[in-house]
């Protein structure tokens, strides 16, 4: 009897063994397929969602005027996926890539990176929606704000007042630093 639970006992650590060999096997091979998609080029058409991220982030990346578009329509596509992770990084990533460009077009004027910083804030408030306990979403949401503070809170403050804002309260705030940390 004793002989016999021994022999069970082997048996199913072998089986379970097996299994796990068996999983570990197929997500090598996946991750293998992964890194093959990626290597070349991260090509749009690949049905794995990882190789697709890694070909817009690649497309973020890139300078030209056409690769802000072609990176704005893969970071698109990938919100509109399945995936929450990559739903998640992907609207963070869009709001960094307008970011990018409002900063780029912030040399010449202000006025000019408006939109590009409302959809930044739009896609960073869209990803704490999902997600609030990301900080980087939110400090990049707090520095598009600084940017470009909201126009209903300074129309409120001018309502309030009668006229314009003349200056915020944190530089008036003694021991408050406003560099970043």
Do not use: C
């Not at 990084?89 to 409302?118: C, F, S």
């Amino acid at each position: 009897m004793k002989r016999l639970t021994l022999h069970i006992a082997f048996g199913a650590a072998t089986l379970l063994s097996a299994a796990l060999a068996a999983h570990s096997a197929l997500a090598l091979r996946q991750a293998r397929q992964v890194n093959a998609a990626i290597a070349a080029g991260g090509a749009p058409e690949a049905d794995l969602p990882e190789a697709r991220f890694a070909h817009a982030l690649s497309l973020s990346h890139r300078e030209g005027d056409d690769s802000g578009e072609a990176a704005t329509r893969a970071w698109k596509a990938l919100i509109a996926s399945e995936r929450a992770d990559l739903r998640q990084a992907a609207r963070y990533n869009l709001g960094n890539l307008h970011m990018r460009a409002a900063l780029a077009q912030g040399d010449e004027g202000i006025a000019d990176a408006l939109p590009l910083i409302e959809l930044a804030k739009q896609r960073y408030r869209d990803a704490l929606r999902e997600r609030p306990d990301d900080w980087d979403a939110r400090y990049n949401l707090e520095r598009a704000l600084w940017l470009a503070p909201e126009v209903e809170s300074v129309a409120q403050a001018e309502d309030d007042t009668g006229q314009a804002p003349r200056e915020r309260v944190v530089t008036t705030l003694q021991g408050v630093r406003l560099e970043l940390p």
